[in-house]
């Protein structure tokens, strides 16, 4: 993990530097939970479960930059920062990248298709982004 690359983030007007809050930080990552649990319910349609486990997947990354005293308000650089608060490689962020211009054409344009492989991988690389943000803030 790198603090000089997410400083550099604040200099560049892509990250705002915030101070970290213990209690913000527990909210937001009790969010994801509920969100990814909620992308679970068979009888919500696939788009209201994408929908969901893309939000819970966003709140996780949100939770980690943010106990590295950081915000964003940029989705997508949210994301790409997990290389810097999480040394996640850049090859697990690509399903991010994905599902973020997913989320995008369905607000823009009314197109959302999503399969079920889709879905599912999505929400197992949510689930693993959740266990390492609470790694991450149980650290002293």
């Not at 983030?9 to 990552?29: D, H, N, T, Y």
């Not at 819970?56 to 940029?74: P, V």
């Amino acid at each position: 993990m790198t603090k000089q690359n997410l400083d550099n983030l604040v200099k560049i007007g892509q990250l705002q530097s915030e101070p970290f809050k213990e209690m913000e930080a527990i909210r937001i990552l009790n969010l994801a939970h509920k969100r990814l649990l909620d992308s679970e319910i068979e009888e919500v349609s696939i788009v209201g479960r994408f929908t969901f486990a893309y939000s819970a997947a966003h709140s996780a990354a949100l939770t980690a930059l943010r106990w590295h005293g950081f915000r964003s308000e940029n989705e997508l650089m949210t994301f790409h920062c997990l290389s810097d608060t999480l040394a996640w490689p850049a090859s697990k962020l690509g399903v991010f990248d994905s599902a973020h211009q997913k989320i995008s054409l369905a607000e823009n344009e009314g197109y959302l298709e999503i399969e079920e492989s889709t879905m599912k991988e999505l929400r197992d690389l949510t689930s693993s982004l959740i266990k390492d943000v609470e790694k991450l803030v149980q650290t002293p």
